[in-house]
């Protein structure tokens, strides 16, 4: 029995031991399979083509220093140090841009990739290159140089976790991919899904129409996108610099007929392609601001930039230093894939950029017969473009892609895609349009239609250059020079310089309409809605040493309402810049400003609308006992929201569920969001408490403003008692406002483990939708915030080595590396890195010193 025992206890050991090395042999592949592509910080590495060695130091964040010869060896230098670090982003990137993502990641992208055939990014990218300057295609051509030598160095064409652990993933779906060589119309491509992302009103233009078909009154959509409050909140050049007479404020068009409800209804379709057409409004925002030495402890200027994009993995920016023995020496945050930096400073100049959002698009209803149009005069041939969709484990798919004078037919993807019926299989009254009134149905001649889509970003441009131009800025000349050429996306530039200048420019191509105010969509048939031209550069609003010493750019208006050149009728309501603008003149009331209190501004979370509906909160009747409870949380408040904050959980359920209720009429979707567009919908309603929108429809009775308040309070108890909890107390607005950085491509698989690999950890959030600490939220969706301030620098041009700045995850875009994720927490808690700009500084801050040889 002892003896058997025995035999048993060893085989049970063997048993364990077995297990036990199985196990550790599985930890070991996995670690093994995680790092394999981390790259080489340290030692000597070839880099083919160089004329010199080239130096490399990393800090403590892995931000690279790259210090070359030539510039040249220095953009090479820098397509292979980025590649290093991001290679899988820029890959998914340039797919995403080409409409290629099919070739990764199977049919489920076909629509996606048909969509962005039929805006022809690529081809534009591609006219681009022949149009651009032999020297900027040669600054190209060296990044792609350096970008597929470190592809020829890790594996070749071969799609292996040698280059990233998502190639190992992507390998279990698609295991036939090969990586194709780095081509510089990459790079190019890559300013289009910029520029589309950062496209001003298109959102607003689909919403109006998409309105009027769903039944409200033109009074009614009137309301729901408010004037710019000029009597409250400064616009960015509050002396009108230019001189310019508005010149497009033409009345909008008179009937969007409800024939016009199948194409329309098409593009209302597209957000359901994930950020084809997501809400440009809030969201898509930035903050800048440059303080004069005047004002200043140093006596020279501070600038403060935080751009404000939705959260991905790994963040849409790279920080980056680029020195050589010529002129450019410059430092900010790169785009990966683009060569230079996009935001930051040389030796005498800093600079920011934010959204200026100009009305850069306009839809067109097309008369259409089968492949042809009506331009007003005649019946045209379409413009049609044959396609093949390549698809990983699939058929190729055939694609026509058609378009008119003014642009693709944007209608034929929806409607393709959606299962929208098409406008060749929907015949109805042609819309007749005139310049009375948008909205009012009219008799018309039977036909079918399409809808084409005109953007200035399809028109080829230069703006790449403009990113060189500015690197080497020495003064507000070059700087201008530089301006010039930023053709697309239109920008806020703000500037600083080390003499003590500070200066704001608006560049861009700007389209000067015949007639209409590119709210609502014209007719493609009458010429008179046809552009005319651009805004001259030299009529565009810019400011230079302003009297006050101040220059503040939120996404506000440019110029007063009867200055300067027509740039949009939607902007952003300007509560972010006004709360920046009284900060600085608070603090400036108590002495001079410093780093610390720019460091302090960009993370201010005081909401610019709760001392407006605080009060009506308070004083409504009839709340039940558990919101009279949570209610209390707002007896003084101070209207902060840091993600701590009880008062802050409430008054935002509350105010999500007042937005939800009171707005019940108006179709999913396009419901008020929680930012400033919804502060200032609700800012009149507040005085008029027996206003219609009050009223719940789906009741018998008619509701008032108290009975909505009240309403929107206990459902925010109710709600917040389910998720976290009894005592209003213990609420925390950061458990509510919790922040996800997702992977860009596996991070919403579905797949938990795939998941878990790439996406980093949950955390609390503070701020909220336009407040200066912009994390945004949406009211159809939750709490969870959907952008952010995706990085933050502030730059002292007295002391360039006393800079900060800190970016929202990391500067690797591999998983589990040590810089993956490593600055999410100071991004969280509104701290910064050094930002270390000497040749001393930098090599005593060094981990890590890579060499390039030739």
């Given amino acids: 029995m002892r003896d058997k025992r025995g035999r048993l206890w060893r085989v049970a050991r063997w048993g364990l031991c077995l297990v036990l090395v199985l196990a550790l042999t599985g930890a070991a592949l996995a670690v093994w399979a995680v790092r394999r592509a981390f790259p080489e910080y340290g030692g000597t590495l070839t880099l083919p083509g160089l004329s010199a060695p080239v130096t490399v130091h990393r800090d403590g964040y892995g931000v690279p220093q790259i210090h070359a010869r030539t510039e040249t060896d220095l953009f090479k230098a820098q397509g292979y140090v980025t590649a290093q670090d991001r290679f899988w982003e820029m890959d998914y990137r340039r797919h995403l841009t080409s409409g290629r993502l099919s070739e ?25 290159w022949r149009l651009i300057s032999p020297e900027a295609r040669g600054h190209l ?26 190639y190992t993933v992507l390998g279990l779906q698609n295991g036939g991919y090969t990586v194709a060589p780095w081509d510089p119309v990459d790079s190019i491509a890559w300013l289009k899904a910029m520029a589309w992302d950062l496209r001003s009103n298109l959102s607003a233009e689909v919403g109006r129409a998409s309105l009027l078909a769903h039944g409200l009154t033109r009074e ?18 509050d002396d009108g610099t230019s001189g310019v007479t508005a010149t497009s404020a033409a009345v909008p068009p008179r009937r969007v007929l409800r024939e016009a409800g199948p194409a329309l209804a098409a593009l209302r379709a597209l957000p359901n392609l994930p950020g084809l057409l997501s809400s440009s409004g809030a969201g898509v925002g930035s903050n800048s601001w440059v303080v004069g030495g005047a004002l200043t402890a140093s006596g020279k200027p501070l600038l403060a930039n935080d751009p404000h994009l939705s959260p991905s993995q790994p963040n849409i920016w790279y920080q980056v230093g680029l020195r050589c023995e010529c002129r450019l020496n ?5 785009l990966a894939g683009l060569p230079g930096v996009m935001i930051g400073h040389n030796d005498r100049v800093a600079w920011g950029l934010t ?64 299962g929208i019926a098409r406008h060749q299989a929907a015949p109805g009254p042609t819309p007749s349009l005139d310049t009375e009134a948008p909205g009012v149905p009219a008799a018309a001649a039977p036909g079918p239609y399409g809808v084409a889509l005109r953007w200035t970003a399809l028109t080829p ?90 220059i503040v750019t939120a996404n506000q208006a440019v110029t007063g309402p009867d200055r300067g050149p027509f740039l949009t009728g939607d902007w952003s309501y300007g509560y972010r810049s006004q709360r920046v603008l009284d900060m600085i003149a608070e603090r400036a009331s108590r002495g001079k400003l410093d780093l610390e209190d720019m460091r302090e501004m960009q993370f201010d979370d005081r909401n610019g609308f709760a001392p407006e509906l605080v009060p009506s909160l308070l004083a409504a009747e009839g709340v039940t006992t558990a919101a009279a409870r949570a209610r209390e949380l707002l007896r003084g408040w101070n209207f902060r929201q840091p993600a701590d904050s009880a008062a802050a959980a409430f008054y935002n359920a509350s105010l999500r569920h007042l937005l939800l209720r009171t707005f019940d009429e108006v179709p999913d979707g396009q419901k008020p969001a929680s930012g400033d567009g919804s502060w200032e919908i609700l800012r009149p309603l507040l005085g008029k408490p027996s206003s219609p929108w009050w009223d719940d429809r789906t009741t018998p009775g008619v509701e008032s403003m108290n009975d909505m308040l009240v309403a929107a309070m206990d459902a925010a108890a109710s709600e917040l008692t389910d998720l976290l909890g009894e005592e209003p107390d213990e609420w925390r607005w950061g458990d509510l406002h919790t922040l996800t950085v997702r992977n860009a491509t596996f991070g919403q698989s579905g797949i938990a483990p795939v998941e878990w690999l ?41 002391d360039m080595d006393g800079s900060a700045w800190v970016q929202l995850s990391g500067n690797s875009g591999h998983a589990f590396h040590p810089h993956y994720g490593d600055q999410l927490e100071l991004w969280r808690t509104g701290r910064t890195a050094p930002m270390p700009w000497s040749a001393e500084r930098i090599r005593a801050g060094a981990e890590h010193t890579l060499t390039l040889v030739p």
Avoid: C
Wanted: proline share 7%; aromatic share 12%.
């Fill in 104 to 128: 990764l990641f199977g049919g489920s992208q076909v629509g996606t990739d048909a969509f962005f055939r039929t805006l022809g990014w690529r081809q534009v990218a591609e006219q681009e």
């Fill in 330 to 334: 410059v430092q900010g945050f790169s």
């Fill in 220 to 237: 009614e959509i009137a309301q729901l996108f408010p004037a710019y409050p000029y009597d409250r909140n400064r616009p960015i050049v």
């Fill in 141 to 166: 051509q060296a990044y792609a140089d350096g970008v597929n030598a470190w592809i020829a160095d890790n594996g070749g064409p071969a799609a292996t976790g040698d280059k990233s652990l998502e």
């Fill in 355 to 418: 959204n200026l959002a100009p009305d850069v698009t306009d839809l067109y209803l097309e008369k259409i017969d089968g492949d042809r149009y009506f331009d007003g005069t005649a019946w045209r041939d379409l413009t049609i473009r044959q396609e093949v969709i390549t698809v990983a484990g699939g058929a190729a798919v055939p694609l026509t892609v058609r378009s008119t004078k003014h642009g693709p037919l944007l209608s034929d993807r929806s409607a393709e895609l959606f």
């Fill in 461 to 550: 441009g230069r703006t790449v250059e403009a990113v060189f131009a500015l690197n080497r800025a020495a003064n507000w000349k070059e700087f201008r020079a530089a301006a010039a050429l930023f053709e697309v996306p239109s920008q806020n530039l703000i500037y600083a310089d080390v003499d003590g200048n500070i200066g704001y420019q608006a560049p861009g191509r700007v389209p000067v309409r015949g007639k209409g105010n590119g709210q609502w969509p014209v007719p493609g048939w009458d010429p008179a809605y046809d552009w005319t031209g651009y805004v001259p550069f030299a009529e565009l609003p810019r400011q230079f040493n302003p009297p006050g010493g101040v």
């Fill in 758 to 798: 790439f996406n980093l950890a949950p955390v609390a959030a503070a701020g909220g939708t336009d407040l200066v600490n912009a994390t945004g939220w949406t009211p159809e969706q939750g709490y969870e915030v959907d952008f952010v301030p995706s990085m933050r620098m502030i730059v002292d041009m007295a």
